[in-house]
């Protein structure tokens, strides 16, 4: 899978695009956790108490709990495929810095692996 956070949009597909996801979601707080409601169509109901949130900004990681849920919507809803059983490649900002780019990989490891 390549993800690609570049555009304000998760992208997902070999030669375009198979899916095509906006990077804000609904956070709800609820008794047994947080939900997160993800794409276009989980977004279009109105739901008391839930905030529109976004993993990214500026193109880099900011909330990791979040992109963990956006990363297992696209595995599960969107292609339908168990995350242990495909590799993922994923874009990174131009401007980010090494420290940055440590701190991303870090985090990337703990939520892929």
Known sequence: AVVSTQSGHYG???DAPKANIPTHMLS???PSGKKY???????CFP???AEVV???KDGMIENWDQMEAMLDHVYTKCLNVESSEHPVMMSEVAVSTTCERKISMANMNKVVF
């Open 28 to 30: 709800l707080d609820d």
């Open 37 to 43: 409601f993800i794409g276009v169509n989980s977004m």
């Open 12 to 14: 997902r597909g070999e």
């Open 47 to 49: 739901r008391e108490k």
């Open 54 to 56: 976004m993993p990214l």
